[in-house]
Structure formats: structure tokens, C-alpha cells
T-cell receptor, first 111, second 114 residues
């Protein structure tokens, strides 16, 4: 079945540091890939997505590239801010199936 | 567009009681999903509707759980005879049925069973 594995947290970075959160997946067919973010006390928000191989999703300075050859969708940001502190979830969806999520990675950015 | 809303935001109940949660999707979305999220885990799929039809149910959805979407708009999720293991955040999401459309999530209902 479909599954997502993402790096365990928590991840603690200083402001302006480079961020990478690894995500790999197993799926049948050609899934769409997503990163969702959950800020403290808030619901899940879509951060970015990619629907086919080699697509790059980007939003708010975050980027992730759909790599079919390595079945990965790693999240990156060149310079994190305190306001980026949140839990980040990698997810996939094949066709009309429901989303399958990873366990989440908590990011804390300190000033 | 006011987004997906859920009510209540928090619910504390005693073991054995019944609880019901409501989800109002984005108005033009015809698909509605329920997920459950426990501490330190990602959301897990429970069930989903296209219009008023319940098209898929997860094995996580025991006989004590029932979901409805009677008019294809809002949905309710009922848990009967709650157990402590039901304590979790219950998330609702909606999407259109167009292609690979994105799911948009509500704020969730946090259930605590004492």
C-alpha cells in the first residue's frame, strides 16, 4: 500500500539557517505529493504540492521537487524564520484515494 | 469563501457517552473527508463522501463510528460508547472532484475521553 516516511523531529534551527526535511514515499501508480503545515493551535494548511515527476512546488520560500527516481519529495528553505516554527507533514495521494500522511516533523526556529 | 469549519472545537466527555461532531465544507466542494490525528502522528483517513454518498470507509472506523452527509453539504461524525482510545483530533477536509484537486482542512475537533 501507499506510505510516506519523513525524518523524525524535533528539528531545532537558528534563524536564517538552511532547512531540509526529508520525505520518501512508496506508492502505486503516479501519486501527487504534498507538504502540509500545522502552526500551533491551527489546522492543517497546504504549503505546496507537485503532481508529476520533476515538478517543483514552492510557496513562502519553501520548495520541494518531485523525484521519481529516488521516490522523494524533500522540503527545503534557504533561510528560516521564527514564524516558520510548526509541524510539517509530507503526504501523497494516488488518483482519488484519500491522503496518506507521514508522522510529521516538528520544527522550532530560535532567534 | 469561509473555509472548512468544524464544531465544536473541543469536546470532553466521559467514557461510554456518545458524541457528535459537525463539519461544514467549502460551499462548492462536493467531496468531504474525515481524518483522525493522535498525538505525534499524522492524520489517518476515516471515511469520505462524494455528495451524499459515503464512498469509502477505513478499517479504523469501527462499528461505534458513523458518519452522514444527508444533503451533500455538512457532515456529522458520531462516536457511540466512547472509549479512552478515541481521544484524538478529528479533522475534516473538503475538495472538489475535479482531477487531482487539493484537500482543504478545517481546524479540527479535539476529543478527550475521561
Amino acid at each position: 500500500g501507499n506510505s510516506v516516511t519523513q525524518m523524525e523531529g524535533p528539528v531545532t534551527l537558528s534563524e536564517e539557517a538552511f532547512l531540509t526535511i526529508n520525505c520518501t514515499y512508496t506508492a502505486t501508480g503516479y501519486p501527487s505529493l504534498f507538504w502540509y503545515v500545522q502552526y500551533p493551535g491551527e489546522g492543517l494548511q497546504l504549503l505546496l504540492k507537485a503532481t508529476k515527476a520533476d515538478d517543483k512546488g514552492s510557496n513562502k520560500g519553501f520548495e520541494a521537487t518531485y523525484r521519481k527516481e529516488t521516490t522523494s519529495f524533500h522540503l527545503e528553505k534557504g533561510s528560516v524564520q521564527v514564524s516558520d516554527s510548526a509541524v510539517y507533514f509530507c503526504a501523497l495521494r494516488s488518483g482519488n484515494t484519500p491522503l496518506v500522511f507521514g508522522k510529521g516533523t516538528r520544527l522550532s526556529v530560535i532567534a | 469563501d469561509t473555509g472548512v469549519s468544524q464544531d465544536p472545537r473541543h469536546k470532553i466527555t466521559k467514557r461510554g457517552q456518545n458524541v457528535t461532531f459537525r463539519c461544514d465544507p467549502i460551499s462548492e466542494h462536493n467531496r468531504l473527508y474525515w481524518y483522525r490525528q493522535t498525538l505525534g502522528q499524522g492524520p489517518e483517513f476515516l471515511t469520505y463522501f462524494q455528495n451524499e454518498a459515503q464512498l469509502e470507509k477505513s478499517r479504523l472506523l469501527s462499528d461505534r463510528f458513523s458518519a452522514e452527509r444527508p444533503k451533500g453539504s455538512f457532515s456529522t461524525l458520531e462516536i457511540q460508547r466512547t472509549e479512552q482510545g478515541d481521544s484524538a483530533m478529528y479533522l475534516c477536509a473538503s475538495s472538489s472532484s475535479a482531477g487531482k484537486d487539493t484537500q482543504y482542512f478545517g481546524p479540527g475537533t479535539r476529543l478527550t475521553v475521561l
